[in-house]
């Protein structure tokens, strides 16, 4: 047996899914932590961008699968927004929530923070927007439950993702005209 028959086994067995029941925001959000260390850094001390994003993939994707139950791909990494630098010996946590969900994707807004265990500071270093694709057992796009507020601050969030996506969507539009 090759050794990653069995992860594929596994990955292969998708739960039913009700469509028709929506999901909070709250049920899939995902807090994810890791310290800095040498090989994450650079001879400044700082931490690769490229750390940082691969972190915030990999966390990002966890409240996608778990809102779609689904495994999802990156379709779009919308923003990226560097503030401040990490620096090795920090703490570097990336807090994801769904903002919005399509019907075969969901946005995932993330902000990262990085945190001296020394002094107790906290920073903000950077921000995304990642946008998943959930996939069927054949590979393809799959419909995904929807997301529904469970509060007025969850209301809030989905409507300015949803305004936020219809600006794309027309800077895309007026991009696609500039390069047919």
């Keep these: 047996m090759q050794p990653f028959d069995d992860i594929k086994a596994r990955a292969m ?7 028709t029941k929506g999901r909070s925001i709250a049920y ?8 800095m260390e040498l090989i994450d850094g650079n001879s400044q001390g700082n931490v690769h961008g490229g ?20 495994p999802c791909v990156t379709a779009r990494v919308e ?10 010996g920090n703490v570097v946590t990336v807090d994801c929530a769904l903002n919005y969900v399509g019907r075969t994707s969901m946005e995932v807004g993330v902000e990262v923070t990085a945190e001296d265990l020394m002094t ?7 921000s995304s927007y990642v946008i ?6 054949q590979g393809k ?3 995904v439950p929807p997301l529904e507020p ?7 969030r989905i409507e300015r993702a949803r305004i936020r996506r219809q600006h794309m969507k027309r800077l895309d539009e007026e991009l696609e005209k500039l390069h047919p």
């Design 28 to 35: 899939s959000r995902s807090v994810t932590r890791r310290i």
């Design 120 to 126: 107790g500071e906290v920073r903000k270093i950077a």
């Design 51 to 70: 750390v940082i994003m691969r972190m915030v993939d990999e966390a990002a994707a966890i409240v996608a699968i778990k809102h779609s139950q689904r």
């Design 79 to 88: 923003r990226f927004d560097f503030v401040a630098p990490a620096y090795i």
């Design 150 to 156: 469970a509060d007025e601050e969850e209301a809030a």
């Design 132 to 137: 998943y694709v959930a996939l069927n057992e």
């Design 141 to 143: 796009p799959t419909p």
């Design 13 to 19: 067995r998708f739960p039913e899914v009700d469509l």
